[in-house]
Each structure stands twice: as structure tokens, then as C-alpha cells.
């Protein structure tokens, strides 16, 4: 029985840090969504939100992947498409290669998309939740 309760204390102790730990990067306004669906019914959700949104992950991204030579050095092409979820703690969990791309050419994209931190989780009827999206890189 203790052990039930100390595990229950864990868990609700773990859910309340997950629900106040971004409230100051929340009031920093160049924190913003990095989907913008306008025409989709909001469903009370709120998607995840990264420094400067998309324009700053799509940043992040080309900064740390043009420093990358293995592309250049094999002459690779393509576009790789990711998916991936950002967590209840703003870290990017369960990246899975979607394009049928060369594997070195998704494996740079996933080193730099694990370097994208850190992330407001989405939310969910005003509580923080895991949220799936995905991004494309393309080598040309």
C-alpha cells in the first residue's frame, strides 16, 4: 500500500512540475507555434512552440546541417521527412525517418532536430500533452 501511494505522489509531483515548468518561456513572446492552421478548428489546442516558430527551427536546422559535409562529400539528394514528438518536459522524443531517403541523410536531420531545445509542449483543454508533428528537409 505505501508503495502504491509513493508512486502516486511521484507521478502527480512529476504532472504538476510538467504544468509550471514553461510558464516563464511562455511570456516570452518569440516563443511561437511552429504549425500555423488558422482554418482548423482550434479543439482547445494549442501546438508546440519553439524560439521564432517555424522560421526559427527552419534556422536552427540549416545552421547546424550546412556545417554538415557528409551530403556534400557523397553528393546526396533528397528530402527528408521526419516525424517526431515533442514531450511534456520540451524535448524532442521518437524521431522516425518518414522519406525513404539515404539513412546518412536522415540521420543528420535527426542530429539536429534532437539539438532543438528547448520546446513549450502543446496543450490540450489548457493542459500540457505530448503532440506528434513532423518537418522536411531538402538536399539539393
Not at 501546438?47 to 551530403?71: C, M, Q, R, V
Not at 543528420?108 to 522536411?136: D, F
Amino acid at each position: 500500500m505505501r508503495g502504491i501511494l509513493a508512486l502516486a505522489m511521484c507521478i502527480n509531483t512529476f504532472w504538476l512540475y510538467a504544468q509550471t515548468d514553461f510558464v516563464e518561456l511562455e511570456a516570452n513572446d518569440d516563443y511561437q507555434s511552429v504549425i500555423s492552421m488558422p482554418n482548423l478548428p482550434s479543439q482547445n489546442l494549442v501546438w508546440p512552440k519553439y524560439f521564432n516558430g517555424k522560421s526559427g527551427l527552419d534556422k536552427h536546422l540549416n545552421n547546424l546541417i550546412t556545417s554538415s559535409t557528409e551530403a556534400k562529400e557523397n553528393d546526396l539528394k533528397g528530402t527528408v521527412v521526419l516525424s517526431y514528438s515533442i514531450t511534456l518536459d520540451g524535448k524532442v522524443d521518437d524521431i522516425r525517418a518518414t522519406s525513404s531517403t539515404p539513412d546518412v541523410l536522415n540521420q543528420i536531420v535527426i542530429k539536429a532536430l534532437n539539438n532543438s531545445c528547448p520546446w513549450i509542449p502543446g496543450k490540450k483543454n489548457g493542459e500540457y500533452v505530448k503532440m506528434k508533428l513532423s518537418v522536411s528537409y531538402s538536399f539539393e
